[in-house]
């Protein structure tokens, strides 16, 4: 207490701390401020994915002219909010890390989230969704009549996420760039077992009482006693049990641990001392304030993902790359309407495709008979809970045009693209604009209001919605309620359609690759399984029904990872050969110099031509024994046992050769080897 009453500490809420992006010195030095700086960023984007100027406002081309007219009128708009709620330093910030990790090579998602609606997100290639194709909305990502910090998560792939936060750390400093703290409290099945320990009693015993206790979520000791007969008799016959309820339901809901949130990151302008306590969770400075108190203290806080699917994307990019040259493959440029694709979809031969792959999304696919990827915008936001009630409307409305029914004539264009019914929010949005007049950031702040059942927000709406409908469109105060209350039973339901969009890019690219390139594809995602046998072994059956052979390794054929090896069977779409650096005992660097050996003076001819061309060091006794017993030298159609038992003194040999090359010195063996005369049928080998 007297330290405390020696602290003077005011917190200020609301007030953004949020780090300052310093313009690069060749901008400074034109004097150019952040605002024309960002403008001529977005110009530039705009040109190059739209292949539109500020020239083409004149052109003769109509289509060219509206369209010209249309993304610069928008830039300008986004543009104007975003400096006037003071968030161009947050749009800098975020378009740095990211250019970086793309001039890195570091695999990057489309977006996710309603970041995706925003134009000038996607000019600064923020997010790879064009919002003017899909139709997403600015306003539900910064809305200028509710002014909230935006917020872009990021997706990176798993691999190189960590690079892209320490070049945040390097750029902003260690001191003003944290983790966020996660309290993990005790629930009733954990404060059970915890308190079984303490008071000495068997793990058996402990673990038994916990499974007395109903597997309900968030379920509360007090509860869990009354629904729980089995836990009331062992309270009454035992006094020990009674104890531990009763003192359980003292400590419930405590904190009982620490950790680190999965993907939030924290930057600050000063050192984050000055705002908030810090401690180091796993080495790394972390706040000690959790994130929700982080932000209403005005920390930024930008979740960093690591998204598993963009390494499989990149690992199958790769191996395209490799085994098809002459396509220059890039994943970001592929059509988003080929027939391939969408036959794969419908087949349901979804394993592997993100967020396709369960049996009830397979089920879905071959009833929605797929042929646009809004399509598979539409069967991600409506596999929820809820939402699942209308695809039936959704299937029958696509099958059978006639019977589509629109809410109200107005509503037709807002409806068209799902069949009649209001999917997305932003379709909600929408339609609060046409038939109330509402502007854009007003439709928001309804729909957020009808999301959340804000009782007094809605009533104030209501009448605010009623009164507009009969003002702007001359829709009766009756008629105008009906309208209302079917916006609120489908705003209760409605998806992110830019979360959705952005999530059905993904899984197009998946499915594409799958349908195109499947043995490069299934290559990517066995690579990224390993470690999981279930799942490799659930890939593998997949390639099997593929008719892709999954093949063990060859020190000729292998890469690190998985490997699509080309192949002259008519019967085989291709195989796929196990990596070098996934044998046990390998590792990556020996499997790193053996490709790069391999890569440099040709395939390895037999065991005695490899040895002679590895390094001792990496290629040691265990990692030779480990490449054998695993097949790695079949090709030489020498027997393994033959190949172990020769294997030190062909080492022995490599050795000496080896020392004399340092030594300038050639011998018989230097000679053969020089002239490639190292059969491996020698004698002591046998055939």
Avoid at 278 to 285: F, K, M, R, S, Y
Avoid at 468 to 478: E, L, S, V, Y
Avoid at 512 to 518: G, R
Avoid at 552 to 561: A, C, F, H, K, L
Wanted: with cysteine; net charge negative.
């Amino acid at each position: 207490l007297d330290v405390a009453q020696m602290c003077e500490f005011d917190f200020v809420f609301g007030k953004n701390n949020y780090p300052v992006y310093t313009l690069p010195a060749e901008v400074a030095e034109k004097k150019q401020d952040k605002f024309a700086f960002i403008r001529e960023l977005c110009v530039r984007g705009i040109e190059s994915l739209y292949g539109v100027t500020k020239a083409d406002l004149d052109s003769a081309d109509e289509k060219k002219r509206e369209l010209a007219q249309t993304l610069l009128e928008r830039l300008d708009y986004e543009l104007g909010v975003i400096q006037k709620t003071g968030f161009l330093d947050y749009f800098l910030i975020v378009w740095d890390f990211i250019k970086w990790a793309r001039d890195e090579g570091i695999p990057v998602g489309p977006g996710r989230g309603s970041g995706a609606g925003c134009l000038v997100a996607y000019a600064l290639r923020i997010t790879d969704i064009n919002p003017l194709r899909f139709g997403l909305l600015f306003e539900r990502f910064l809305n200028p009549e509710r002014v909230s910090p935006p917020d872009f998560d990021i997706d990176f792939c798993m691999r190189r996420r960590e690079d892209v936060i320490q070049y945040v750390r390097q750029k902003y400093g260690d001191e003003c760039v944290s983790n966020i703290i996660t309290y993990g409290t005790f629930g009733a099945k954990m404060i059970v077992r915890d308190l079984a320990r303490i008071n000495e009693l068997s793990y058996d015993d402990g673990d038994k009482l916990a499974k007395m206790i109903p597997n309900e979520l968030n379920i509360t000791l007090e509860n869990a006693v009354k629904a729980s007969r089995e836990l009331q008799a062992e309270m009454n016959a035992r006094a020990i049990v009674k104890e531990i309820i009763e003192d359980g339901e003292v400590i419930e809901g405590m904190v009982r641990n620490t950790g680190k949130h999965a993907a939030g990151i924290i930057i600050t302008d000063k050192p984050l001392t000055e705002f908030v306590p810090v401690t180091l969770q796993e080495g790394a400075l972390t706040t000690q304030y959790d994130k929700n108190v982080s932000e209403k203290l005005g920390l930024l806080k930008m979740d960093f993902l690591g998204l598993k699917t963009l390494t499989v994307i990149a690992d199958a990019q790769q191996n395209v790359r490799r085994t098809h040259p002459e396509l220059n493959f890039d994943i970001e440029k592929i059509p988003l309407d080929d027939p391939v694709t969408f036959k794969l979809l419908n087949e349901a031969r979804t394993i592997g495709i993100f967020q396709l792959e369960s049996g009830g999304m397979q089920n879905l696919c071959r009833q929605f008979s797929i042929s646009s990827i809004d399509e598979i915008i539409a069967l991600i936001a409506l596999y929820r809970p809820g939402p699942m009630a209308f695809i039936p409307n959704y299937i029958e409305g696509k099958n059978n045009p006639a019977s589509i029914k629109y809410p109200h004539p107005l509503l037709e264009e807002v409806c068209r693209e799902t069949y009649g019914i209001l999917v997305y929010q932003e379709q909600v949005m929408e339609a609060a604009r046409r038939i109330a007049g509402y502007s854009l950031g007003g439709a928001d702040i309804l729909r957020r209001a009808m999301g959340k059942k804000d009782a007094a927000e809605m009533a104030r709406q209501k009448s605010v919605f009623i009164e507009g409908a009969q003002k702007t469109n001359n829709i009766p105060p009756k008629k105008a309620e009906e309208i209302f209350a079917l916006l609120e039973k489908f705003a209760q339901y409605g998806f992110n359609k830019s979360h959705s969009a952005a999530y059905a890019v993904v899984s197009y690219r998946t499915a594409y690759l799958k349908a195109n390139f499947p043995v490069e594809f299934m290559a990517g995602a066995l690579s990224n399984e390993l470690g999981d046998a279930d799942k490799v072994s659930h890939f593998i059956a997949e390639c099997t029904a593929m008719n892709i052979e999954v093949l063990g390794p060859d020190v000729n054929q292998s890469r690190e990872t998985f490997t699509p090896v080309p192949t002259n069977d008519p019967e085989s779409i291709g195989t796929i050969r196990f990596g070098l650096a996934a044998i046990k005992g390998v590792g990556d660097l020996a499997s790193q110099r053996i490709i790069s050996e391999r890569d440099k003076n040709g395939p390895y001819t037999d065991f005695q031509n490899f040895v002679s061309r590895m390094e001792p060091r990496l290629a040691n006794k265990r990692v030779l024994e480990c490449l054998i017993k695993t097949g790695a030298f079949d090709f030489t159609g020498i027997d393994r046992n033959h190949l172990l038992a020769s294997m030190e003194g062909i080492m022995s040999q490599a050795a000496d050769l080896q020392k004399d090359a340092q030594r300038g010195q050639v011998n018989l063996f230097g000679m053969l080897e020089a002239a490639d005369a190292f059969p491996m049928n020698l004698g002591f080998f046998g055939k």
